[in-house]
T-cell receptor, first 114, second 115 residues
Framework: NAGVTQTPKFRVLKTGQSMTLLCAQDMNHEYMYWYRQDPGMGLRLIHYSVGEGTTAKGEVPDGYNVSRLKKQNFLLGLESAAPSQTSVYFC?????????????FGSGTQLSVL | AQKITQTQPGMFVQEKEAVTLDCTYDTSDPSYGLFWYKQPSSGEMIFLIYQGSYDQQNATEGRYSLNFQKARKSANLVISASQLGDSAMYFCAMSLSGGYQKVTFGIGTKLQVIP
């Protein structure tokens, strides 16, 4: 049972390069999220999606774009990477908007921008 | 605005002892959920336990229990009989509904279990 799968697990970019992080879930969840984790700051929401074809900005959206063309996939793009985007990125999904609904997380992507 | 505060950057506990990880929260919404997640060194976030704001009894999941004190706005995680595999980062989080699942995370507590 795969759950939420993120690729790649590690990536090193030079400033100005672009890349796409892929998130795939096999639980038929409607809601998907991208978070970044930085030391001393917890997890912060970048973008989220409430269904196929819909995306919205979260707490820290600048410098990122997302797409959800298929229900099971949620892509996070960096068009022109900056050192401030060095972080660990987590994708998550949830089944509903009930307040007791837990998040299912991927294993994370460690991104370094030099 | 909602906020989660975890004031213990790091904690040590002897194997087989119990440990309490502190979490306080702030929200004006009367309906919310409180979660604890574990993040081992491998990196993935693992759900541990959930407590709803209207739940009368403290939540328990095996060796994990959540000490919920609503008036004090605290939601401490208690791990009984610590094991070496409990060494990890622990995050407290609060969930509010509202168009999407608004989850606010604390900065985490690093727990190290000593043999």
């Amino acid at each position: 049972n795969a759950g939420v799968t993120q690729t790649p697990k590690f990536r090193v970019l030079k400033t100005g390069q672009s890349m796409t992080l892929l998130c795939a879930q096999d639980m038929n969840h409607e809601y998907m999220y991208w978070y970044r984790q930085d030391p001393g700051m917890g997890l912060r929401l970048i973008h989220y999606s409430v269904g196929e074809g819909t995306t919205a900005k979260g707490e820290v959206p600048d410098g990122y774009n997302v797409s959800r063309l298929k229900k099971q996939n949620f892509l996070l793009g960096l068009e022109s990477a900056a050192p401030s985007q060095t972080s660990v990125y987590f994708c998550a999904s949830s089944r509903s908007l009930q307040r007791n609904e837990k998040l299912f997380f991927g294993s994370g992507t460690q991104l370094s921008v030099l | 605005a909602q906020k989660i505060t975890q004031t213990q950057p790091g904690m040590f506990v002897q194997e087989k002892e119990a440990v309490t990880l502190d979490c306080t929260y702030d929200t004006s919404d009367p309906s919310y959920g409180l979660f604890w997640y574990k993040q081992p060194s491998s990196g993935e976030m693992i759900f541990l336990i959930y407590q709803g704001s209207y739940d009368q009894q403290n939540a328990t999941e095996g060796r994990y229990s959540l000490n919920f004190q609503k008036a004090r706005k605290s939601a401490n995680l208690v791990i009984s009989a610590s094991q070496l595999g409990d060494s990890a980062m622990y995050f407290c989080a609060m969930s509010l509904s509202g168009g999407y699942q608004k989850v606010t995370f604390g900065i985490g507590t690093k727990l190290q279990v000593i043999p």
